[in-house]
């Protein structure tokens, strides 16, 4: 019996080393460079004293942030994709969260074989426009100035890219990422999660992008569940040189996980399909997976979910409207809300919830707006307000050893000469 159960666990830890290696630790991208402790090193003569760090000399804030999650079925983006379509206009955020699945087409090659970064460059190209465009728009409020990335991270198919205000940049603080795999053999990454965490002011945020396991039994939400639990519990940040950040996913004030969830219709095909023609959303609702196991709470107690006021995301034709399964011969695959967003922590609240009417993939996209609450030292508000002002620019303009990381790291996450792979910490 031991002979069969080492000749099991063989295959899996040979996989977990092949996954290990070629994931490259915890390196991400992003427009600026990064220590363990934060992106702008404070000079010594302006450290604030501990007697300026009371708890009591705080504000909180409001902040703006936009959310999105789409599986674009392995097409690979062209100057055409567009990914200005995913964002609200109107409605301009101060930090924004872009979530992929199937970046690449999920076969052995992709799955075992080196990273494809120039896809995720490729991404990064089109969401800096698309942003650029929030800049001409909105050109006369200096508020949404420019934006940047902060944190860009691809574990095979899986894709999230963090973008901030400029404005933002100074006060955030030990970005970090970990990735977990899901897929074959219970460690591959054709499924499993990609998550980031960063600092804003006094407040941590965790975004956790995944694509769990996918099929349309009726058993097959256990493994959805068991791909929850497993990114939960294996996810582990840097706990961070001087801030001392939670490690894992739960401890963070403010928690958002997106993502191809993969969770179904628990209904006979043909009863799904009579009810999405009719849009009585909630009657499917009250058969879908996810909504049930938010209720019940076996796995995702605490977390919470918007209203759903659209239809399922999932499957299409590419290129068309119509659900997939119609014609006679083909594989039946009940449409379902696959591609889902929800949050857990206080301080929180959504304003949009929708889905994005791109035909790119067999997927629609869907995207939220939040808006949370931030935690800011007075003292070092003000502190902050003096770096950005013209006085520090003298300052910096003057013989000092500060850096400008911006004139030496022009466009990095759109252009791969500038691309800055970060060691581990």
Partial sequence: MSGIKGEVLWPRLVASKIFKKRLGGNNFVADYPT?????????????????????????????????????????????????????DHTNPCDIYVFGFQEVVPLRAGNVLGSEKSKISIKWNSLIRAALMKIDTKHKTNEQYSSF????????????????????????????????????????????????????LHETSFCFVCSHLASGGREAHHKYRNSNIQEILSRTIFSSGSSLHLPTDILHHDRVIFLGDLNYRISLPESTTRLLVYEGDWNALLEHDQLRMELMEGQVLEGWHEGSINFGPTYKYYPGSDEYYGIFEGEKKRAPAWCD??????????????????????????????????????????????????????????????????????????????????????
């Fill in 340 to 425: 889902r967003i929800i949050w857990q922590g206080e301080g929180v609240k959504q304003h949009l919830y929708e889905r994005v009417e791109s035909k790119l993939s067999d997927h629609r996209p869907v995207r939220a707006i939040f808006s949370t609450q931030v935690r800011v030292k007075l003292k070092l508000r003000a502190l902050g307000n003096f770096f950005l002002s013209e006085r520090f620019e003298r300052f910096t303009n003057s013989d000092t050893n500060l850096h400008n990381f911006q004139d030496d790291f022009p466009n990095s996450c759109s252009n791969p000469r500038f691309s800055l792979h970060l060691a581990d910490f």
């Fill in 148 to 199: 940047k990335c902060i944190i860009s991270k691809q574990m095979v198919g899986i894709l999230i890219s963090v973008w901030v205000r400029a404005e933002l940049r100074p006060y955030i603080r030990n970005p970090s990422v970990s990735c977990v795999g899901c897929g074959i053999m219970g460690c591959l990454g054709n499924k499993g999660s990609v998550s980031v965490r960063f600092r």
């Fill in 35 to 87: 220590g363990d402790d934060s992106f702008m090193d404070i000079p010594p003569c302006f450290a604030p004293s501990a007697t300026l760090l009371k708890d009591s000399d705080k504000e909180t804030p409001n902040y703006k942030v936009f959310v999105s999650t789409w599986n674009v079925g392995g097409v690979e983006p062209t100057e055409n994709t567009a990914v200005d379509d995913l964002i």
